[in-house]
Each structure stands twice: as structure tokens, then as C-alpha cells.
């Protein structure tokens, strides 16, 4: 398996080595800059799987880099963590809006950093081709159809989403944090709730070809897929 390599556009040094250690004792291949040019060279010499940037850069800001990697579209798709002192909710939303993947806080710890850099990976990984059976479900992900033996089934790209996770992980249960991190699409800001109004609505797409009992509530836990 190839090592994936992770970019930090970082202008202080102490918080960049740190960064940089924790990435490397994790796995990671880590490469570093200290401003938006450096950063944009290095990007253009080999294109990394994440980009760590800062909000405050001496050559321009985070925000304008973040918005102009958005706007090449060789890194159109390239994950991106915001790292900044701005801890409000306007400044979170103005980062995501910039086309951020995800926003941290200093000070943080290596865990959340880890955690962070993770689930945005995972979610910018591509999607497994393979037709997922379970019961009388069959979910292709190619041709994003979902049928119950000559049933087709019709479903909205998040209720999409969530199926094809769940199905992929059976038996496993998730809270709505966890399915939240996991399913929702880039860029997206939602309550722990909304978990809930979208697993409704796939039930309810379910449910006339009885496969609803699938997904299933574990109080006090999450979700979980099973056909048991």
C-alpha cells in the first residue's frame, strides 16, 4: 500500500515540526511549506493526498490559497484542513465556505489532528465498484441503483450514501457523529440530528419491499445494517 502524503503550509516553525512529527510517527509522508508560493510549487511538483493550511500566512492567506486550489481544477478535489486560532462560528463557516474539507482550532492535540486528517482521507477515498448484497437488497454503486429482487429503488444521494455505508459495514454499530463523519459530503455543516430525519427517509424508501427492518436503531448507540 502506498504511504499517503500529507503537505503543511505552515509560517511557524514549532507549530509546523510538531505537526509534521505526529503525521510521520502516524504513517504519513509529510512535506512542508512555510508560505502560499512554497505551497503552490510543491503542489504543482507532486500533487499530495492532503493539505494542511494555516489561516495566517505571510504571502496571502489560508483562505485565498484554499480558494485557489478550489479553482485549479488539477486540485479541485484535493482534500483540504484548515488550521487557525479562530475558534468562532463565522470564521468556521467562512474556512468550510472557502472550500475547506474540515476546520481545527488551535490549540489542538495530536489525537484530534490524527482523527481529522483521517476521516477527511477516508472520505475523499473512491468509491468500492462492487455490487453490496444483503437480503433481498442489492446496492450498485457504478450505476448508483438500489433494487429488491425486480424492485428498483428510488433514493436521494444522502439516503444513497448512507445505505451503501451501512451495507458495507454490517452488523456494526454507529453513532450519529460516527455516520456523520463518515457519510455526509465535504464541506457539509449539520446537527447530530439530521442522522436521524435521513435515516427516517430511507426506511421509509424501504419499506415497501419490507427491507426497513434492515436498518436497524440500537438505543442509546446508533445504527447499525443487518439482516438478521
Known sequence: MTTQ???VVEDEAPIRQMVAFNLSRAGFEVDEAQDSASARIRIADSRPDLVLIDWMLPDSSGLELTRLLRRDQTCKDLPIIMLTARAEEKDKLLGLDSGADDYITKPFSSREL???V???LR???PDVEEPLIAGTLQLDPVTHRITAGDREIGLGPTEFRLLKFL???PERVYSRTQLLDRVWTRNAYVEERTVDVHIRRLRQALQDCSADRYVQ???GAGYRFSVH
Open 217 to 219: 436503531t440500537v438505543r
Open 5 to 7: 502524503r500529507i503537505l
Open 114 to 116: 490524527l482523527a481529522r
Open 118 to 120: 483521517k476521516a477527511v
Open 123 to 125: 472520505r475523499a477515498a
Open 167 to 169: 451495507m458495507q459495514h
